[in-house]
């Protein structure tokens, strides 16, 4: 039995079949199990790195992605923005490298503005990857910006500034899709070998890990594999344990673990008896792998019995993020679909529109069952139905 997602005891009195949340994996609560460890917690002053739980928690999430150093921080957007600034001084006209849809470029936009962050975007194909297969491809898109936005500053000079390549596995925005396993090491080889022909160009590879163990589950790799090239990553330990708060952020410099420090008290994030949410984050990942396997397989549910309804495409997916598209008769009507789902049955999805393809998103946890997954998609039955009569009637 997994703890909290079992469908005969469920840990929540509100873990009702017909009241299901997928707009999110950030939806989660801490189990009874997670709360009950607060109680015999040992607390400090995180600040001060005096929290021996925050230092237990960051010692074995370091470890298990096979780091030097950890440090825990508030959120996700909080490590993007202070791995973002770790090199990077605004003023200084220096800038980071991050694709066009990432999480940090779209939903976390306060972040930008917080930090005054310098960022060139980099297209980003629907697959997750940049939009570039080598360094001299990449040189273009260099050039085009440095025209494009009439940076007041030669070409080679501007390179020079560029100091962080920013990538994101798995992929939000794009259902959860998942990088090879070899392409962080082709990332370090392009800018290694852009840096052979403009030495003014040497960039820190920076990870948007906070779905990484999702793909490391799905490639049956360890996790320290997919990690390795990376200077600095952050995972989440509120959507994949459900913790209730808490990113860590993870290195190799004991330089950069000094200014990640400093940066975190300036980013407000110097917490005081975080140990209570460490402890619930420790709890959290005993049986981590099992819980998200369990996701992975209620995705999977999902897509297999939405992909069987005329006009809805479920694209097929491997992790916990589902993206459904409406076609035919369907398409426009993602707005109503989902306030029906949510009036008439509970079912809780988002719609994004970031781009030209509109989707509706369902995101898996360990909070949503397989029962529930199977009431979603009667849910979905009924509302299409509805839907398509309503169109149908004549007046």
């Known amino acids: ?68 150093y950890g440090l825990m921080v508030g959120s996700g957007t909080m490590a993007n923005l202070i791995i973002s600034l770790l090199d990077v001084g605004p003023k200084k006209e220096e800038y980071v490298l ?39 491809e990449l040189e273009q898109i260099l050039v085009d910006f440095h025209k494009n936005n009439k940076v007041n500053l030669p070409f080679e000079d501007f390179l020079s500034k560029i100091k962080l390549l920013l990538v994101e596995n798995t992929h939000n925005y794009f259902g959860g899709k998942i990088l090879p396993v070899e392409y962080p090491t082709q990332l370090r080889n392009i800018c ?13 590879m920076g990870l948007d890990g906070s779905r990484v163990l999702h793909a490391a589950i799905e490639q049956q790799v360890d996790p320290k ?33 000094l200014r990640v420090k400093y940066l975190r008290k300036g980013a407000g994030g110097g917490m005081r008896q975080a140990g209570i949410s460490a402890s619930m984050i420790l709890t959290g990942f005993e049986n981590l792998y099992e819980k998200l396997r369990y996701d992975h397989k209620n995705s999977r549910l999902l897509e297999e019995g939405l992909d069987k309804i005329k006009d809805v495409r479920a694209e097929k997916n491997r992790t916990n993020l589902v993206r459904i598209f409406l ?9 109503l679909l989902v306030k029906l789902l949510e009036d008439k049955y509970k079912v809780l999805m988002y719609k994004f529109d970031l781009t030209k393809d509109v989707y509706i998103r369902a995101a898996f946890h360990y909070q949503v069952s397989t029962k529930q997954t199977e009431y979603t998609i009667f849910a979905w039955e009924q509302v299409i139905n509805e839907i398509n009569n309503s169109s149908n009637a004549k007046f």
């Open 1 to 68: 039995m997994i703890d909290g997602v079992d469908d005969r005891s469920p840990t929540f009195n509100s873990f009702n079949y017909k009241n299901v949340d997928l707009r999110s994996d950030m939806k989660t609560m801490p189990t009874k199990k997670m709360r009950e460890s607060v109680l015999t917690g040992i607390y400090g002053d995180m600040d001060n790195l005096t929290d021996p739980t925050v230092e237990m928690l960051e010692n074995y999430v370091k470890n298990f992605l096979g780091k030097e």
């Open 225 to 257: 594999v997919l990690c390795k090239e990376y200077d600095i990553l952050h995972i989440s330990c509120t959507k994949i344990v459900g913790g209730p708060l808490g990113n860590i952020i993870c290195m190799n410099s004991y330089d950069d673990f």
């Open 327 to 335: 076609e035919g008769k369907l398409k426009g009507k993602e707005d």
């Open 192 to 204: 290694l070998n852009l840096g052979k022909k403009y030495p003014q160009f040497k960039v820190k």
């Open 98 to 136: 991050a694709g066009d849809i990432s999480h940090s470029l779209t939903y976390e936009k306060p972040m930008l503005y917080v930090g005054g962050v310098n960022y060139i975007p980099l297209p980003t194909l629907t697959s997750g990857v940049f939009d570039f297969k080598n360094e001299v």
